[in-house]
């Protein structure tokens, strides 16, 4: 995984956009169990990451998923 951002407190779930070109590659953003992500505690540059990988939805990525970290 590239980008996985945390915030506090720690998030037992993140959502990840999985590409579709590239096996293995993917980008994942600590959520909450609905997947919904706290923008206002991600960085700068996670916050960029994050509505890239949405706008690039079906494109890019695959449609996220939301899981369990760990």
Do not use: K, W
Request: charged share 20%; proline share 6%; glycine share 6%.
């Amino acid at each position: 995984m590239t980008s996985l951002t945390r915030s506090h407190p720690q998030s037992d779930f993140e959502i990840r956009f999985q590409s579709l070109h590239h096996p293995g590659y993917c980008m994942a953003f600590e959520c909450n169990a609905s997947g919904q992500v706290n923008l206002d505690e991600l960085p700068e540059r996670a916050r960029q990451n994050y509505f890239f990988a949405r706008a690039m939805t079906g494109r890019e990525f695959a449609y996220p998923i939301v899981a369990r970290r760990g």
